[in-house]
């Protein structure tokens, strides 16, 4: 039997379904019921009520499953695949912005992890911030974690004047506009999308801004036939599937986050097999969690 066929037995014996983030290796991505970005990954986790899910993505977005699939045994299958930006916000530091600037709304991307989001007013993804900001009042003071590409990027566009917690993906934050300037000049017919948690110098020379869910909407409705993508390489395994008569170009090969890639097929069977690392939440701290997450789904269901 093939890895991928151990796989796929044990999944049926355990009932479990695969979810797997747009970022992971092609091979996770092809045994996976169901790709995509955190935010569909995770609805998908609450709809489907399936005993076991096992999360291929970082750790904070098998968190976010746990949160809003409590009775779901949450499986991680590689406890080291973290997220550097979502460490940037530790916990207790932004307890304690709080407790110093109690007028402050607090607005989390997503990608913080669970104890931080317990900290924090209203939770949001790269691809509902902007709507989701533009929805505040603008005399609101408004604190953005933790990533302050994504901040200045929203603060540009929206014409606010969010506080940004300094904070950042390294893997986004590595694409430079020299790199947008040299694929340009190599690709002249391509369209140049970027991730806005790209730096601002970056975004303002894209075409476009979009989430990676906001990406492969695009390419599939657009009528160009070549795209330079600027985002985590994992991506273009998806794009290229889903379109294989147009052609992808990364804006920068190294833009891979090593995290994302720690997951791998020995690690999923390894998983479904010994049912564990499993993902648990205390019910206080999962219940807190919740609270950013359900006031930004009421807000834009
Ligand atoms: S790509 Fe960036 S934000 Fe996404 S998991 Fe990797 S480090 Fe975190």
Excluded at 35 to 50: F, Q, T
Aim: hydrophobic share 40%.
């Amino acid at each position: 039997m093939t890895l991928e066929e151990e796989i796929e037995s044990l999944k049926q014996q355990r009932n479990a379904v695969i979810l797997a983030h747009n970022y992971t290796r092609p091979e996770i991505q092809d045994i996976a019921d169901f790709v995509g970005d955190s935010l569909e990954l995770s609805r998908k986790a609450a709809e489907c009520r399936a005993p076991v899910i096992v999360f291929c993505g970082v750790r904070f977005m098998a968190e976010t499953a746990k949160i809003l699939s409590p009775e779901s045994t949450v499986l991680h299958p590689n406890p080291y695949s973290g997220c550097p930006m979502a460490d940037m916000a530790d916990p207790d530091a932004v307890a304690e912005y709080r407790e110093k600037h109690p007028d402050t709304l607090i607005v989390a991307y997503v990608n913080t992890t669970a104890a931080t989001k317990t900290a924090v007013d209203l939770c949001c993804t790269s691809g509902n911030a902007e709507k989701l900001i533009a929805s505040l009042p603008p005399e609101r003071k408004i604190l953005f974690l933790p990533d302050a590409n994504l901040g200045a990027n929203l603060n540009a566009k929206l014409n606010r004047h969010m506080e940004l917690w300094p904070g950042c993906c390294p893997t986004h934050n590595r694409i430079m506009p020299e790199h947008v300037l040299a694929a340009k000049e190599k690709h002249p017919d391509a369209l140049v999308l970027v991730h806005p948690e790209c730096l601002p110098a970056v975004v303002r020379l894209a075409d476009r801004a979009l989430s990676t869910g906001g990406m492969l909407k695009f390419v599939r409705e657009s009528a160009c036939r070549e795209f330079i993508i600027g985002t985590e390489c994992g991506i273009l395994h998806r794009m290229q599937k889903e379109n294989p008569d147009k052609a992808f170009y990364p804006l920068e090969p190294a833009v891979v986050c090593p995290n994302m890639k720690k997951i791998t097929l020995e690690d999923v069977l390894f998983c479904l097999r010994d049912m564990t690392p499993e993902i648990e939440l205390p019910e206080d701290v999962r219940r807190a969690a919740k609270a950013p997450i359900d006031r930004m789904l009421k807000a834009l269901p």
